[in-house]
């Protein structure tokens, strides 16, 4: 059976979904082999310093991107951020406890376990959306879960509060008079 357009497309956007958490997964891999390789005898730390720093620049880019882009796939461990910003430097880690720096490593772990359940979980929708379900994609899949647009919830939001301030205009006779004084001052209304 041949695929709308729109199924093409939702496919496309998973593909790309699926490539940013692969390469988030393939930088944290790499942020701790980096992490691990620091204590190792004989390695030119420097230079290791240089690479941590690269990839924790990296990690922070492709996660602000990687929540965008997934939105309502979004599964990721709230602690991935607060491991990457806490390793300031492989130097300040590894002068800490050795319960520290085993605290750090389940943190990874665990996040890198959130990462991988992330990504199973868009490959899984887009072999859904392969095999013709209808799936939704970012704000798509929020929107199917409430039933309304983000727009739809504003002009919602907004139309209640100007039905709550003529409700409150109407059952408060002193601000009532004040207003209709008001609008008689200005000759919108006749006495």
Not at 97 to 115: D, G, M, P, T, Y
Not at 154 to 159: D, I, R, S
Request: net charge positive; proline share 2%; hydrophobic share 45%.
């Amino acid at each position: 059976m041949a695929q709308s357009k729109k199924q093409l497309k939702v496919i496309e956007s998973l593909d790309r979904n699926i490539q940013l958490c692969r390469e988030f997964m393939n930088d944290w891999l790499l942020f701790n082999q980096i992490l691990s390789a620091y204590p190792s005898p004989g390695v030119n730390k420097a230079q290791l310093e240089n690479q941590f720093l690269k990839i924790k620049s990296k990690l922070a880019r492709e996660h602000q991107v990687l929540r965008e882009s997934l939105q309502a796939d979004y599964k990721l461990d709230a602690n991935t951020m607060n491991i990457i910003s806490g390793a300031t430097n492989l130097e300040s880690i590894y002068s800490q406890s050795e319960v520290a720096i085993k605290k750090l490593q389940n943190e990874w772990h665990r996040a890198f376990i959130s990462i991988n359940e992330t990504l199973g979980g868009v490959e899984d929708k887009r072999a859904r959306a392969e095999a013709g379900e209808k799936v939704f994609v970012g704000t798509a899949a929020a929107d199917a879960v409430t039933g309304m647009s983000s727009k739809a919830k504003k002009n919602l939001m907004t139309v209640v509060i100007i039905l709550a301030l003529l409700g409150v205009l109407a059952l408060i006779p002193p601000v009532r008079e004040a207003y209709l004084d008001a609008l008689r001052q200005f000759g919108i209304i006749s006495r």
